[in-house]
């Protein structure tokens, strides 16, 4: 449809003002048990790949860039010896985050929830004290804010070629800081109208160090909305839905609804979940299945002749690389995935490195995966099928792959990905340490303490 017999778009007033005001008037206590238990497991596991990213090149480049411009060094680059500005230190936590594609997922969305929000939030927290009951109830309001946002507009926001984890993250990081801050209705509106006027994020940038920038930038500019509109710096009051505001430019569906119905008794935050592979989502069911076929196979993963995926368009569209030549392109490439898994029975961090995706015996399998697009696959689900240099075949279905809401990770896998992760860039002891102290955020009277102690050195 082109731009002049396009529908004029709703005028639905209220959005943006019904959500401030749930933001303002939620009280920690509003929030159930098992919420505030999702949240702190979001946290923990947005820890562990702060620190996990922080010796990418990816960062180091970034702080190459910020340094020389960087104000006072109030706030810690985890993982790390350097101190920036707040609003430098949430750009770059985010980045860090973000870069080895291990954080955790919003399935309805695909948004990554917890990176815009927690990388704003822990700077500011070095820079003012911030209870960890206080850091805690932000994260979840703003986790909740980018979700429902992100929900009214998916998928023709993200078909578009938006990525929703930068568009949406923006509105998450502003509210969650804006909430600590104690902005009115008016002020948090204003935050928001400046998120919504600095929402962006391309899907084009996928498979380079551009994608993990874009949680960076939404921590970093949520940050400064707050911090404006705190100011008294004013915007639009109804960002989110005026027929120029968010919704409405950046998208062909405008489901309100999906923001403003059952604000505090469906919780989209309780939604989360963790990746126990460190690439686009869409291909975890490919690794899962592939890693149980290699137990299965023993040393016949040796003799593959080829392997077929038959899966979701979607997978394709997202994760279609056929030759990744680094890391990064490698977390999106299913063929290349795929090969991994079976040969070095790997879908970790480590299978992502310039080194490893060039591995002569990983290309030589790559090239003989072949993935046949089918609607009638659900985007979670994959069939595989594995025929080997004596014509045989076996096959293997995943319904849900690992870290699905169906197939959750447990408190302790979430805690052994932190501990490997982390033990690589802090030391194990230290990991341990931090570890224990991310369990008890709630009871801190500073959650600064986490940022001070996630720091290298």
């Known amino acids: 449809m082109n731009q002049q017999s396009r529908p004029a778009p709703v005028q639905t007033e209220g959005v943006t003002e019904t959500l401030c005001r749930w933001i303002v008037s939620l009280k920690g206590a509003d929030i159930p048990a098992e919420v505030r238990r999702e949240g702190l497991r ?94 805690l109830t932000a994260l979840i309001v703003g986790i909740e804010v980018e979700c429902r946002i992100g929900n009214s507009v998916y998928p023709a926001h993200y078909d578009r070629g938006w990525h929703i984890t930068g568009t949406a993250g923006v509105f998450g990081a502003a509210a969650a800081v804006g909430k600590i801050l104690g902005l009115d209705e008016t002020r948090l509106a204003w935050a928001m109208g400046l998120a919504a006027t600095q929402s962006s994020g391309l899907r084009e940038m996928f498979g380079t160090m551009t994608k993990s920038f874009h949680p960076g930038r939404a921590a970093q500019n949520g940050l400064f909305s707050a911090l404006l509109a705190e100011a008294g710096y004013d915007s639009s ?45 869409v291909i975890h069911p490919t690794i899962d299945g592939c890693l149980q076929l290699r137990e299965e196979l023993g040393a016949r993963v040796h003799d593959i002749a080829a392997v077929e995926l038959r899966t979701h368009p979607l997978v394709l569209e997202l994760t279609g690389k056929r030759s990744p030549r680094t890391g990064l392109e490698g977390k999106f490439s299913v063929y290349y995935s795929a090969a991994c898994a079976l040969l070095r029975g790997d879908g970790a961090p480590t299978a992502f490195t310039d080194e490893v995706v060039n591995l002569p015996e990983l290309v030589a399998l790559r090239d003989r995966v072949t993935a046949v697009a089918d609607p009638a696959c659900h985007e979670a689900s994959v069939d595989i099928a594995v025929t080997f240099a004596d014509g045989s075949r076996v096959t293997k279905h995943v319904e849900r792959a690992i870290g699905s809401r169906e197939r959750p990770l447990s408190d302790a896998e979430i805690e052994h990905k932190f501990r490997v992760q982390s033990g690589l860039v802090i030391g194990d002891e230290a990991a341990a340490r931090l570890l224990d102290l991310a369990w008890r955020l709630e009871s801190l009277a500073d959650s600064g303490e986490v940022a001070r102690m996630a720091m290298a050195g």
């Open 42 to 135: 979001t946290f923990v596991n947005w820890l562990g790949c702060a620190v996990g990213g922080a010796r990418h090149e990816t960062v180091d480049r970034a702080l190459a860039a910020t340094l020389p411009f960087s104000g006072p060094a109030t706030s810690g680059v985890l993982g790390r010896t350097e101190r920036l500005d707040a609003l430098h230190a949430a750009l770059v936590n985010g980045i860090s985050s973000h870069v080895l594609d291990y954080d955790d997922t919003h399935l309805k969305t695909i948004i990554h929830p917890a990176g815009p929000v927690a990388s704003a939030l822990l700077a500011l927290a070095e820079r003012q004290p911030i209870s960890g009951e206080d850091f």
């Open 237 to 281: 009051l109804r960002a989110i839905e005026a027929p120029r505001g968010f919704a409405n430019v950046l998208s062909e569906k405008q489901d309100y609804a999906e923001i403003t119905e059952g604000l505090g008794t469906r919780w989209e935050s309780a939604l989360n979940s963790y990746k126990p592979f460190a690439c686009g989502i």
